[in-house]
Structure formats: C-alpha cells, structure tokens
C-alpha cells in the first residue's frame, strides 16, 4: 500500500466513524439495543440539540462528497443519508409530534425501546442506568419544544395525544415490581421511582391539561394543515423512499398496484368458490370465525411454524444462514394495545442473545388466521432476520453500513419476502396466500392514504373509508395503521417502493425464476453490500467489489436532476 493509498484509508475509516457517532447520536435505543456507546443517551429533543446534530451532518456531507475516497459506496452512501438526516432535523418534529408510536413519540419510544437495551457488560448496564436517568429531561425538554410549536401554530393531533396519555397511565399502573425498567436491571429501581415516572407523569398532565386542548381533530390530522408542511413532507417523502419522487408519484403507483391486487384476490376467491369479487371475498374474510385465533398461543405457535419452514429453504434459495437465531415472543402489553401487528428486534451485536420477532397478541379473537403467515416471512424469516443479522455478520469496510437502517431497502426486502415466500411454496394453502394479497393491498394502499392525509389534506375518516374499502384488515387495524401514517408522514411510503424496485433488478438479472441457483445468485448479491439507498443499490450490484477501490463517483444532491426510479442499477 502505497503512502497515499493508506492516507485515502485512514480518512475512510474517520469519516465511518464520525457517520456512526452522528447516526447513532439520532438513534440512542438502537445504539443500546446493538450494545454499542452513543454519544448521548437519548435523542436530540431541543431545537439547540437538533441544529447542532445537522450542522454536523453537514460538515459529514461535505467530506463525503470529495473524491479522494478508496470505498467510493460508504462515501456515497454517507453523502446521501446525511443529506435526509439534515432535513429531518430541521423539519422540527418534537415541536408538533406526539404519538403512541415508539418510532414517533419520544415518551413512546422510551417505554417501548429503552428497556430492549443490551445489558451483558458492565458498560452497557452503566449506560442503560445514564439513559434511565435522562429520560426524565428528555420528557421535560419535549414539553419545552410542544409549547414552542403552539406559539407557532405546529399542532399535534388530538387523537394521537389521547392515545398517548392512555399509554402511559397503562404504564403508570404497572407496579414498580413488574417494572419493564426494573426487570431489565434491578439497579435502576430508585431513578425508575424518584425520577422517570414522576417525569412520564409529568408530561402526561401536560398533554391533558394544555396540549390536548389546543390539538388539531380527526378533520386536520395530515401536515397539509401545519404550517411549514408542504416542505415538510416532500423530504419526508424524499427521505423515506431515496428516490426523487413526488406525493402525487407515490399516489400514483399506489393506486395502480391496488386495482391489480383487487383482481388477483377476486380469481384465488372464485377458486375458493366464493363468488362477487372482492367484497364478496373481503366480507368472507373478515367474519367467518374459522378464519381467526382463539387464543394466544395459536398465535405464537404459527408465527413460529411458519419462520421454521422458511428457514429450512433459506440456504438453497436466497443465502446462507446467519450465526444468530431468531425467537418468537409475544408482545408488551404496554406496547401491544395501540401497536402494530408485529416487530422485528435485533439481537446485539455480541450475540448474547437471540433476535426477536414480536408479536402482538393482544385480543387474540382480533387477530386473522390468514395474515399471520406473511407477517411472519415479514419480519422474521426470510424477512428482517435474514436481512439485517448477515448485513451486521459480514465482514465490512464500514461499521456504518453495518448498523444503517434504510427503510425502503430493508422494509422492501420484508415486503419482497412475503411475495418470495409464495414463489418458494412457503404459504400453506390459498387462505394464507390471500393474506398475501391481503397484506400487499395494505401496503399499497399507504401510498394513496399517506400522501392523501399529508399533501391533499384528507380528513382521518377518509383515510379509514379508503383502508376499509380496499383491503381485509380488521376495523382495529385500520384504526392503528392511520393513526401510524398520521403520527410518522412519509415512513409508509418507502415499504412497497422498495419492494418495487428490488423486483424491477431481479426481472434483469434472474432469466429463469424456478432456478435455485439463480434465484440464489440474485439474493446474495442484492444482501451483498448491506442496506443501501435506492440510488444505489442495483449500481453497487453491478459493480464488484474488486474493481471499487479508488472509483470516485458523484452523487447528486436532490436539487439535482437524478435518472428515473424505473431504470435497474440506479
């Protein structure tokens, strides 16, 4: 190696350092569910917090962006992911966001994420002790930032702050004994007691006695009601699909994928000899009592007979297993009333413990038999498990690839997975495959309810009435995926956008879709480089890397003109 070659290297390395220490300064749970030190213990909430991160994402951008790089991918990744970080600092968020939701809501995220901390060191239990004890400001300075959003006119939205008050007196009530703080580690028993619940109790009479006076209704839930929001939203879309696309693009897609789902749905209903098309076969589904659990353990029981099926496929279609496993567990009932229907969790990076696929299994009756499957190839096997355990397994030149969290790489290769596992005959009978197209429909629909909420100005009941027309989920379930889209604008989108794509580079790259050693070839290559952006992700495909090495590249800028979504290997 030349003296040159080693100087190139070595700013590499300090540029993929200074990217984590950034990334993971926006993401303090992630960084304590992995076991690795953040800069700080909780997120930036102040607004002198959030300028401080962006500027220094900014300087991150800049040097991402010369071209005296050797890894020209990391740079160019580390370029683009600053670019949205920066907008979503700036968007202001804590000044108008309060939400059920872990990944919205800060006192949400505390309850929910905080207590999934790795604790197998001494370092690590002497962080979570440091985060237990800042959560108490983090609620305090969110209470400071609501009230600088109503002196602005940036609202949250009623619905959602009734919500999140129930969530935490649901907390509130738990007795110190069962704690999910305290049974993490016993030795944060006294600031679980002295300092972070009369904190939580704090800011939720704030969000009774103030907020939820001012909040907007069911009327104006979208941020085509707040002002500012149609700045907002556009890079919230930009950021959550990588892509350069528009509100009215993603709608658009949205719409199209929704009427040819409706058909698939309708020929597998006739075959099942249910005549009167859709609604005919969406009305079947969602009242025949055969077709849902009858108790928690059914549910459990599924979940984990169908990651085993997939699991025993895993190494002849797609790639090799990773080292670490994956266990079923059911979900908090803290988290689980207003929660999704299931959620992937990492396992540490040490591997001390499994990963963990949780489901929700709160009002069992609730739950669909049909649905349960493909949530499970979602967000277990070969959904996020395989994704995100062989991208943290493999040898990289970046630790930031390693622990980057790219929602429409990730949440499109979950998606993918649902389909793969119908190629694969992973999917016990047409019911389970119905739940599919179930399943597809609901993500399609997002794209149509989320800019629609966001950038039309939708009322939340035109929301519901899109959802309930067009998909077979559970009144329940529609109520909490609105709410979701309402709490997190812009996250929904990235889902079938991303699967979308990884399927437009496999239609060029996979002649023969029955081939186990083409089908094999694909995925191995696709999971080869980790989460990557959509910009980059079929280029990185197509480029080895033996011949990366000192390739400099240019990524342009989202004010920049970018080549179509639809061209592979962009």
């Not at 003296?3 to 700013?11: F, I, P, Q």
């Not at 968007?91 to 905080?114: M, N, R």
């Not at 699909?241 to 009215?248: D, I, N």
Request: charged share 25%; aromatic share 6%.
């Amino acid at each position: 190696m030349t003296s040159a070659d080693g100087a190139a290297l070595d700013r590499d390395l300090a540029l993929d350092s200074r990217m984590v220490d950034a990334y993971l300064a926006r993401r303090p749970f992630q960084a304590g569910q992995l076991g690795i030190a953040a800069r700080a213990p909780m997120p930036p909430i102040t607004g002198e917090q959030r300028s401080s991160l962006a500027d220094e994402f900014k300087a991150i951008r800049s040097t991402a962006a010369s071209d005296s790089h050797d890894d020209w991918l990391t740079a160019a990744l580390i370029e683009e992911i600053a670019d949205y970080e920066i907008d979503s600092l700036q968007a202001g968020w804590p000044e108008f966001t309060v939400s059920p939701l872990p990944e919205a809501g800060i006192a949400s995220a505390i309850l929910t994420f905080l207590p999934y901390a790795g604790v197998a060191s001494a370092d690590d239990r002497a962080r979570y002790v440091e985060a237990c004890a800042a959560a108490a400001a983090a609620l305090d300075a969110s209470s400071d930032e609501l009230r600088k959003g109503r002196a602005a006119g940036r609202l949250p939205v009623r619905r959602l702050v009734e919500r999140s008050i129930a969530q935490i007196d649901a907390y509130l009530a738990t007795p110190i004994a069962d704690d999910r703080f305290v049974a993490t580690f016993a030795d944060v028993d006294d600031i679980v007691r002295e300092r972070l619940r009369p904190a939580l109790a704090r800011y939720r009479d704030d969000l009774v006695e103030v907020v939820h006076a001012t909040a907007r209704p069911d009327e104006r839930p979208g941020l085509a009601h707040l002002p500012g929001g149609d700045e907002i939203y556009p890079a919230a879309v930009r950021g959550y699909t990588t892509l350069p696309l528009t509100p009215a693009e993603c709608a658009d897609t949205g719409l199209a994928e929704v009427e040819r789902l409706r058909a698939e749905v309708d020929t597998i209903g006739q075959r099942l000899g249910v005549s009167g098309g859709f609604d005919a076969v969406r009305s079947w589904m969602l009242n025949d009592p055969a077709l849902r659990f009858t108790n928690a353990d059914e549910i459990l029981s599924n979940a984990s007979e169908a990651m085993q099926r997939a699991i025993a496929v895993v190494p002849e279609w797609i790639t090799d297993l990773p080292a670490a496993t994956c266990e079923v567990l059911p979900m908090d009932p803290v988290e689980s009333r207003h929660g999704v229907l299931g959620h992937y969790e990492t396992a540490p990076l040490d591997r001390h413990r499994p990963a963990r696929y949780w489901v929700n299994v709160h009002d069992p009756t609730s739950r669909l038999r049909y649905e349960a499957e493909a949530l499970a190839f979602h967000e277990s096997v070969p959904g996020h498990h395989i994704e995100i355990a062989t991208s943290q397994e493999r040898p990289s030149p970046s630790s930031f690839r390693q622990i980057a969290e790219i929602l429409p790489y990730t949440e499109g290769w979950a998606l993918y997975c649902e389909v793969l596992a119908d190629e694969l005959g992973l999917y016990s009978d047409d019911i389970a495959r119905l739940g599919m197209l179930s399943f597809g429909l609901w993500r399609a629909c997002r794209l149509v309810v989320d800019t629609g909420l966001h950038a039309e100005g939708w009322s939340r009941d035109r929301a519901v009435s899109y959802l309930r027309d067009n998909t077979m989920l559970t009144a329940a379930n529609i109520d909490n995926e609105v709410d979701r889209y309402i709490a997190h604008p812009g996250s929904a989108l990235g889902y079938l956008t991303g699967r979308l794509a990884i399927e437009r580079l496999k239609a060029t790259r996979v002649s023969d879709f029955s081939s186990r050693p083409q089908q094999r070839v694909f995925h191995t290559s696709l999971l080869a480089n980790g989460p990557l952006t959509l910009r980059l992700l079929g280029r990185a495909m197509d480029d080895p890397p033996e011949i990366r090495r000192r390739r400099a590249v240019s990524v342009k800028r989202k004010s920049e003109a970018m080549p179509p979504a639809e061209e592979p290997g962009t």
